[in-house]
């Protein structure tokens, strides 16, 4: 009867060493420990058996199946493991290869130029300063010599909120504000949104960024503003570009003059950019009026300065021949990826 326990667990151990998966395992287990097993029967055996070698027999059929459950144990865990490592091995991720979407991304080009003008102007002594969109009446148009009866309130068509407030139509009143605040010496730029009712087409917005510029000292001329602006033009369209100032009129600068610049498409020669002219408008300028000083509570007989304001649209539309100024508000990519 010994003999045959012996063998029981040689055959268990080496049916264990051979499985392969838990399937067989199991099997194995119901085979010797089921109950119709071989360890049942062993049970059954050990029953009939005269009382005074039952103690010795029992002992030795649980240490057998002890030592088979055991087996059992070691080569479930066993497999379980290596089971685990082939389903991460092939799982497995490569953190080198390329990412899928690994486009670049870049500035919008109106952020993009805007900063290279803010640059320009820093670098000259122009603070920067913004302001509020939703402006008083006062500052957008009274202020700056623009009177109710004006007809100027009519050409820069707005739109009012309330009765005395106004989506500013221009950045010109951030003159009003910083003179205000400061004496001169002053020196400031200052962009922004500006509104207008104006009928949406290939050179018009009713949202668009101007920025303005001014300056406010003893003895500032015309001149000093010709080589400011000259200065600008040529960082930012190229040492080669000339300025061109013709009369032109607004309420808070006297005399006002439209500025434009020698076309970088053609140098001026007559192209499609600057529709044959050789030149392309970018804004308007001029002295300050005596009437803005006083609004300010500067002295015009001490004082003398110049201001400017350009649309930045309309200068990233030259710099770059943008043909319609709708797409830089697209968003499409096939336009904006080029500036990157
Ligand atoms: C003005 O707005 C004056 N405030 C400029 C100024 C400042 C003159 C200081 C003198 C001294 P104007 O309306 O021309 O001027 O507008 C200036 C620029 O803003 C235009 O040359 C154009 O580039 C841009 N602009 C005007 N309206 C629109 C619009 N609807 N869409 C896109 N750009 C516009």
Redo the contacts with the bound molecule.
């Keep these: 009867m010994s003999g045959d326990i012996a063998g029981l667990t040689a055959e268990a151990l080496r049916e264990i060493a051979r499985a392969e998966d838990a399937r067989a395992i199991e099997a194995i287990r119901v085979k010797f420990f089921g109950k119709k097993g071989a360890f049942a029967e062993a049970q059954k055996a050990l029953a009939a058996l005269p009382p005074a070698e039952k103690p010795a027999y029992g002992a030795r059929l649980n240490d057998a199946r002890k030592q088979i459950e055991a087996a059992l144990g070691e080569r479930a865990a066993l497999l379980e493991k290596a089971a685990l490592s082939a389903r991460l091995l092939g799982e497995s991720i490569d953190v080198t290869l390329p990412g899928r979407d690994g486009r670049e991304g870049g500035l919008h080009p109106l952020t993009e130029v805007s900063r290279q003008i803010f640059r320009i102007f820093e670098s000259m002594g122009f603070a920067v300063f913004e302001g509020p969109e939703l402006e008083e009446e006062y500052y957008n148009f009274d202020a ?1 010599n623009i009177p109710p009866y004006h007809p100027a309130r009519e ?2 068509d707005s739109f009012y909120v309330g009765s005395d407030r106004v989506l500013r ?4 009143p951030m ?1 009003i504000r910083v003179m205000q605040r400061f004496q001169p010496p002053v020196a400031a730029i200052s962009p922004g949104r ?1 509104f ?1 009712r ?1 009928a ?1 087409d290939a ?8 920025v ?3 300056l406010v000292d003893k003895g500032v001329t015309m001149a000093d503003l010709k080589g400011v602006l000259t200065s600008f033009a040529q960082r930012l369209f190229g040492a080669d570009t000339k300025i061109r100032f013709r009369p ?1 009129f ?1 309420p ?2 006297e005399p ?4 434009a610049i020698s076309c970088f498409a053609c140098h001026g020669k007559g192209c499609r950019t600057c529709r044959q002219s050789g030149w392309i ?6 002295m ?1 009026h005596p009437h803005v000083f006083t609004a300010v509570g500067y002295d015009y007989e001490t004082y003398s300065g ?10 990233v539309m030259k710099k770059y021949s943008v043909p319609d ?1 709708r797409m830089f508000y697209e968003n499409d990519m096939r336009l904006i990826g080029q500036f990157r």
């Design positions: 700056l050409e820069q139509t221009q950045t010109s003159q500006c207008r104006d949406v050179t018009h917005l009713h949202t668009f960024h101007q303005e510029g001014f032109d607004f808070f600068v006002g003059a439209e500025v408008e970018i804004g308007g300028a001029g300050i110049f201001a400017f304001g350009m649309g930045i649209e309309r200068m100024i």
